[in-house]
């Protein structure tokens, strides 16, 4: 399933390592150099300025404007849609 996270980014949910609040990264050393490494291979993706939330995949980091709480429903959602029965064959 796919995940929109805003800012015309929509990425596979499976490929979702982490989604983290955008303070947090100022607030670690290891977050930053983490964040400095993907920017100097040019890897990042989204307006880091106006970031409220930040998605990490295997091979992308990509800045979100929406908040954590919001990607977190919408992730929430793809797992529940994931789970439901398909009875598409039985209303031909």
Known sequence: MFIH????NVIQSK???SI??????????IME??????KSQE???GP??????????NEQVYFSTLSVSTLKKR???ISTISKLDD??????
């Open 5 to 8: 996270i805003g800012n015309d």
């Open 15 to 17: 490929d979702v390592i």
């Open 20 to 29: 983290i609040d955008r303070n947090i990264i100022s607030s670690s050393i």
């Open 33 to 38: 150099e983490m964040m400095n490494n993907v």
């Open 43 to 45: 890897r990042v993706f």
């Open 48 to 57: 880091i300025d106006e970031a409220k939330s930040v998605v990490i995949t």
């Open 75 to 77: 992730a929430s959602m």
């Open 87 to 92: 009875f598409s064959d039985e209303l031909e």
